[in-house]
T-cell receptor, first 113, second 113 residues
Framework: GENVEQHPSTLSVQEGDSAVIKCTYS??????FPWYKQELGKRPQLIID?????GEKKDQRIAVTLNKTAKHFSLHITETQPEDSAVYFC????????????FGPGTSLSVIP | DGGITQSPKYLFRKEGQNVTLSCEQN?????MYWYRQDPGQGLRLIYY???????QKGDIAEGYSVSREKKESFPLTVTSAQKNPTAFYLC????????????FGPGTRLTVT
C-alpha cells in the first residue's frame, strides 16, 4: 500500500525565515497531495493541496511543489510568523475501489520570535 | 467549527470496558474516517466508510469496530481487545473521490486506566 514519509520531524526557524518540509510517497498512482496544519489541541485543517497534473501551487506565503518522477512533494513557507508554529502533515491520496488518504508522520514547526 | 462534531471531548474509562465515540456530520459527505493520533505521531487510519452500510479496515483496525447505519453518523467502538486505547481520536468526512479535502472533527481524547 501507499507509504508517506516526511522530513524533518521537528523544525525551528527564526521569525521571517523560510521553512521547508519534504515528503515522499511510494505509490505512483497517487494523484492528490494535501497539506494539513494542526495547532496545539486543535483539529487538522487543510492549508494547501496540489494535484498530480500540476507542478507547483502558491497561496500567499505558502507554496507546494510536486515532482511526480521522484515521487516527492514539498511545502514552502516564506516570511514565517509565530502563528505558523504548528504540526504540519503531508498526505497522499490513491484511487482504489475505496479512496483513502495516507498521512505522513508530521513535522513540528516552531517559529522563534 | 460546525459541520462535523465529536463527543465527548474527553472520555475516561476503566480497562476492560468497551467505549463508543460519537461522530456526526451535516455536510452531506458520503465518506467518513476514523484516525488515531498518539503524541508526536501522525494520523493513523482505523476505519473508513464510503457509503452507508459499508466500511473498510484501515491500517490499525484491530480492537476497534464501527457502524455506518446513517450517512450522518459513524460511531467508533474501542473494545477491550485494543491493547493500548489511550489516544486522541479524530473523525473526518469528505466527498467521495479521493481528491477532496477531509474535514476533521474536534477530536475525542480517550484515557483508559
Amino acid at each position: 500500500g501507499e507509504n508517506v514519509e516526511q522530513h524533518p520531524s521537528t523544525l525551528s526557524v527564526q521569525e521571517g525565515d523560510s521553512a521547508v518540509i519534504k515528503c515522499t510517497y511510494s505509490d505512483s498512482a497517487s494523484n492528490y497531495f494535501p497539506w494539513y496544519k494542526q495547532e496545539l489541541g486543535k483539529r487538522p485543517q487543510l492549508i494547501i493541496d496540489i494535484r498530480s497534473n500540476v507542478g507547483e501551487k502558491k497561496d500567499q506565503r505558502i507554496a507546494v511543489t510536486l515532482n511526480k518522477t521522484a515521487k516527492h512533494f514539498s511545502l514552502h513557507i516564506t516570511e514565517t510568523q509565530p502563528e505558523d508554529s504548528a504540526v504540519y502533515f503531508c498526505a497522499a491520496s490513491m484511487k482504489t475501489s475505496y479512496d483513502k488518504v495516507i498521512f505522513g508522520p508530521g513535522t513540528s514547526l516552531s517559529v522563534i520570535p | 467549527d460546525g459541520g462535523i462534531t465529536q463527543s465527548p471531548k474527553y472520555l475516561f474509562r476503566k480497562e476492560g470496558q468497551n467505549v463508543t465515540l460519537s461522530c456526526e456530520q451535516n455536510l452531506n459527505h458520503d465518506a467518513m474516517y476514523w484516525y488515531r493520533q498518539d503524541p508526536g505521531q501522525g494520523l493513523r487510519l482505523i476505519y473508513y466508510s464510503q457509503i452507508v452500510n459499508d466500511f473498510q479496515k484501515g491500517d490499525i483496525a484491530e480492537g476497534y469496530s464501527v457502524s455506518r447505519e446513517k450517512k450522518e453518523s459513524f460511531p467508533l467502538t474501542v473494545t477491550s481487545a485494543q491493547k493500548n486505547p489511550t489516544a486522541f481520536y479524530l473523525c473526518a468526512s469528505s466527498i467521495v473521490g479521493g481528491i477532496y479535502e477531509q474535514y476533521f472533527g474536534p477530536g475525542t481524547r480517550l484515557t483508559v486506566t
